[in-house]
C-alpha cells in the first residue's frame, strides 16, 4: 500500500509531464508553433479544472492527469530561476549598468503610471481607495516567467524590443517587494507603515550587496578549481549549488528566487567559465520551463473564467490597451523609436503571475472585497494567455526599416562583431593564430579545455573554458553564424568530434583544422573540413623556403614554387571522388581582402 501511494503520489505528475512534453514540443515545433502555447493548453486540459476534476467520477484518470498542482509549481518555479540565471549570464554588471535609462527610467514610468491608470479605472468602477491602488498595482506587473522564454523563442531577445521589455520586467521584479510590503501593512498609520517598509527591505538590500561581494571575490576560483579537476559531474553540481543558493539567500530575505539567479548569472557572465555554464545549464532551464507553463495552465480556474466571460473579456481587454498605451508612451519619452517602443508595448501589455499574489485573500483580503479579486485574477489569467499571441504579432507587422529593431547594447563585450572567427586550442599554435587575426582586426573567441592556459590567456585575449567537442558548447560559441573555425588541438579523436559537430551546425562554414599526421588529415577531410594541415607539412615548407632562397633563388619564383607544392600535397590527401574528380572542401564566401599597394590583385 505505501508503494502504490509512493508510485502515484510522487511518478505519476512525472510521468504526465515527460509524455506531454515528449508529445508537444515536437508537434508544436513542426507545426511552426511555440510549444509554450501547447503546455499551456495542456496544463488546463489535464490539470484540476479539466480532467483532473473528473477522477471521482472516472478513477482511472488519476495517472494521467494533474492532482497535486501546489507542490508541481514549487518545483516549476526552478524553470523561472534558471531563466533569470541565464539572461544575467548574457550580461553583466557593468552592462546592466549601461542599461540603467532603461531599469530604472522606463521601468519606473511603466510601474507608476500603468499603476495609476488601472487604479483610477478600478476607482470608477466602484473599488474603494485602497483596494484600487492594490487592483492598479497587481494590474500594472508582466508576466516574466511567460515574456522572457516567448522573447528567447521567437529570437527577439536580442532586439531593442527585447531589451527594453527585459529592462522594465527587471524593475518590476525590484518592485514586487515593496508591493508586498505596502499591501500587507494597509491599514496602519504613517510612522508604523515607514518603519515597517523600511525593516522588511533592508534584509533584501544587505543580501544583494552580500551575494554581489562574495561573487566578485569567491566565485572564479571556486569555478578554477572545479574545473582544474576535469569532472563534468562536478562542475554541474556547482553550478547549480551557486544558482539555487543564491537563489535561496535573496528569497530567505524577501526577495523573489528569480534575483538572485539573476544576480549569480551577472557576476559569472564576467567569467571565463561562461560558455560552459550556458550549455550545462540550457537543458535544465528548457525541461523546468515547460514544467512551469504546465503548472501555470493546471492552475488557471476554467470554470471562475466561464462564470465571468463577458467582464474577464472586458477587463482583461482594458488591461491590455490601457497598458500598451501608456507603455509606448513611456518608451517614447525615454528615447526609443516608434517600432521599438510599439514592440515593447505589445509584449508588456499582459498581465503578470504577481498578480494572483498581490490578491489572493490571504494578503490583501483585508483591503480587496473578494469578488473583485477574482474578477481581476480571472482577467488577467486571460491577459496572460495572450502574452505568446501579441509578442508574435510584433514580428508579424513589418518594419519600414529594420535596423530601428536593433540595440546598441545586445552582446557580451566578447562577441560584439556579428561573424567571429572560432579558434579551439589557444596553446602556441592557436594563440598565434589569434595574434594574428588582432594584428588584422579580426574578432575571435577561443575556447579550451586546459583551465591553466584559459587563467593565463584570459587577460589578454577572449578565451573561454569548455569542452569543443561538446556541439552545444559550439553553438553558443556563435558556430552557425562564424566566419571561420580554426581547430588546433592535438588529438585525434577530439579534432574529428569539434570537426563533425561544427559542420553539422553550418553546412558552408570554413573549417581550418591541424591535423595529427596525413592519415589524419584525410579523416579530416572526409569529415568536410575546408583544409587539414599535418603539424610537420609547414615547418618542411618553411625550411624549403629559406635554403630555397639562401642558395639564391628569386623570392618569386620560392614563393610560387612553396604554394605549388602545398597544393600538390593537399591534392593528394583529400583524395578524388568516384567520378574520378578532385574533392574539394567546403568553402565560404569569405571576403577577400584589397591587394597591398604596389601588388596586382590575383588571376
Request: charged share 15%; with cysteine; hydrophobic share 50%.
Amino acid at each position: 500500500m505505501a508503494a502504490e501511494l509512493y508510485t502515484n503520489e510522487y511518478y505519476s505528475e512525472a510521468l504526465v509531464f515527460l509524455s506531454t512534453a515528449g508529445i508537444i514540443v515536437p508537434l508544436f515545433k513542426k507545426l511552426n508553433l511555440s510549444p509554450i502555447h501547447g503546455f499551456l493548453f495542456a496544463g488546463v486540459l489535464l490539470g484540476p479544472f479539466g480532467l483532473g476534476g473528473l477522477q471521482e467520477h472516472f478513477p482511472w484518470l488519476e495517472p494521467v492527469t494533474i492532482n497535486n498542482v501546489a507542490e508541481l509549481s514549487s518545483i516549476a518555479e526552478l524553470g523561472v530561476v534558471l531563466l533569470m540565471f541565464m539572461i544575467g549570464l548574457e550580461l553583466s554588471l557593468e552592462r546592466l549598468w549601461l542599461s540603467k535609462k532603461l531599469v530604472f527610467g522606463l521601468g519606473s514610468l511603466q510601474v507608476v503610471l500603468c499603476a495609476a491608470a488601472l487604479a483610477a479605472l478600478a476607482y470608477k468602477l466602484g473599488q474603494g481607495v485602497l483596494s484600487a491602488i492594490v487592483i492598479g498595482s497587481a494590474l500594472s506587473l508582466s508576466s516574466t516567467a511567460i515574456i522572457m522564454p516567448t522573447l528567447a523563442d521567437k529570437n527577439r531577445l536580442h532586439l531593442a524590443s527585447g531589451r527594453a521589455s527585459f529592462s522594465i520586467l527587471l524593475f518590476q521584479d525590484l518592485a514586487v517587494a515593496p508591493l508586498l510590503v505596502m499591501v500587507s501593512l494597509m491599514g496602519l498609520d504613517g510612522g508604523d507603515l515607514w518603519a515597517n517598509l523600511f525593516k522588511s527591505l533592508a534584509p533584501g538590500i544587505v543580501a544583494v550587496v552580500a551575494i554581489v561581494a562574495a561573487g566578485r571575490l569567491l566565485l572564479r576560483p571556486l569555478f578554477r578549481w572545479v574545473a582544474a579537476t576535469h569532472s563534468t559531474e562536478l562542475f554541474m553540481a556547482t553550478c547549480l549549488l551557486v544558482i539555487l543558493g543564491t537563489a535561496y539567500v535573496t528569497a530567505a530575505n524577501g526577495e523573489s528566487m528569480a534575483l538572485g539567479a539573476f544576480i549569480a548569472g551577472l557576476l559569472l557572465a564576467e567569467t571565463e567559465f561562461r560558455r560552459q555554464i550556458e550549455t550545462l545549464i540550457e537543458p535544465f532551464k528548457g525541461l523546468l520551463l515547460g514544467l512551469f507553463f504546465l503548472s501555470v495552465g493546471s492552475s488557471l480556474d476554467v470554470k471562475l473564467l466561464l462564470d465571468n466571460l463577458a467582464s474577464s473579456i472586458g477587463i482583461a481587454t482594458s488591461i491590455v490597451a490601457v497598458k500598451s498605451a501608456i507603455t509606448y508612451a513611456a518608451g517614447r519619452g525615454v528615447g526609443l523609436g516608434r517600432i521599438v517602443a510599439r514592440d515593447t508595448a505589445l509584449t508588456i501589455a499582459g498581465g503578470g503571475e504577481f498578480a494572483f499574489v498581490l490578491l489572493s485573500p490571504s494578503l490583501s483580503g483585508h483591503v480587496v472585497p473578494l469578488s473583485a479579486a477574482n474578477a481581476a485574477m480571472a482577467a488577467v489569467s486571460l491577459s496572460m494567455l495572450s502574452i505568446p499571441s501579441l509578442i508574435g504579432l510584433c514580428a508579424r507587422i513589418p518594419a519600414k526599416n529594420p535596423k530601428e529593431r536593433e540595440f546598441a547594447v545586445t552582446r557580451p563585450v566578447e562577441t560584439h562583431a556579428e561573424d567571429p572567427v572560432v579558434i579551439v586550442g589557444y596553446g602556441r599554435v592557436g594563440g598565434l593564430v589569434g595574434v594574428m587575426l588582432e594584428r588584422h582586426q579580426i574578432p575571435f573567441i577561443a575556447i579550451d579545455i586546459d583551465i591553466g592556459l584559459v587563467g593565463r590567456k584570459r587577460q589578454t585575449a577572449p578565451v573561454f573554458f569548455g569542452d569543443a567537442t561538446n556541439a552545444e558548447l559550439l553553438h553558443h560559441c556563435g558556430v552557425p553564424s562564424a566566419r571561420a573555425l580554426v581547430i588546433t588541438i592535438n588529438s585525434r579523436e577530439a579534432a574529428n568530434e569539434v570537426a563533425r559537430a561544427a559542420r553539422e551546425h553550418n553546412p558552408t562554414l570554413p573549417i581550418i583544422a591541424r591535423a595529427v599526421d596525413p592519415q589524419h588529415a584525410r579523416k579530416l577531410y572526409r569529415l568536410g573540413v575546408t583544409d587539414a594541415v599535418p603539424k610537420d607539412l609547414e615547418p618542411s615548407l618553411h625550411l624549403s623556403e629559406l635554403v630555397l632562397m639562401e642558395i639564391g633563388l628569386s623570392a618569386g619564383l620560392v614563393i610560387a614554387s612553396i604554394h605549388e607544392q602545398r597544393a600538390e600535397y593537399r591534392a593528394v590527401l583529400v583524395g578524388k571522388t568516384k567520378k574520378g574528380q578532385t574533392r574539394r572542401g567546403i568553402r565560404g564566401e569569405l571576403k577577400k581582402p584589397p591587394p597591398a599597394r604596389g601588388e596586382s590583385p590575383p588571376a
